[in-house]
């Protein structure tokens, strides 16, 4: 099984940065497509951003030249920079990961969740 341990979240004020770290680790071949979502309160998951193995990346139109997403693949960790910050950016972010098992089948993982605080 591929676990992933998330890090990074915490509080800050408006206009200020954070920087998330998900570690992805366990029985991994290979790993795949990454990336960051945010759930509200009694609202569905949404996606922030992904970045594929190959690079490319998507984010969802409110991120859009605040957030930047990247990925080492050396150490098998994704990270979310988030810059600019706003308080609707306040809640529980999670990352998303899909890698190749020992197995070869495919773990579609998430992380543990960390709270995002923004201050106005």
């Known amino acids: 099984q591929v676990q992933l341990v998330e890090s990074g979240g915490g509080m800050v004020q408006a206009g200020g940065s954070l920087r998330l770290s998900c570690a992805a680790s366990?029985?991994?071949?290979?790993?795949?497509?990454m990336g960051w979502y945010r759930q509200a309160p009694g609202k569905q998951r949404a996606l922030v951003a992904t970045i594929t193995r190959g690079g490319s990346t998507y984010y969802t139109d409110s991120v859009k030249g605040r957030f930047t997403i990247s990925r080492d693949d050396a150490k098998n960790t994704v990270y979310l920079q988030m810059n600019s910050l706003k308080p609707e950016d306040t809640t529980v972010y999670y990352c998303?990961?899909?890698?190749?098992?020992?197995?070869?089948?495919?773990?579609?993982?998430w992380g543990q969740g960390t709270q995002v605080t923004v201050s106005s």
């Open positions: 998303n990961v899909k890698a190749v098992n020992t197995r070869l089948g495919i773990d579609d993982s």
């Open positions: 366990g029985s991994i071949v290979s790993v795949g497509a």
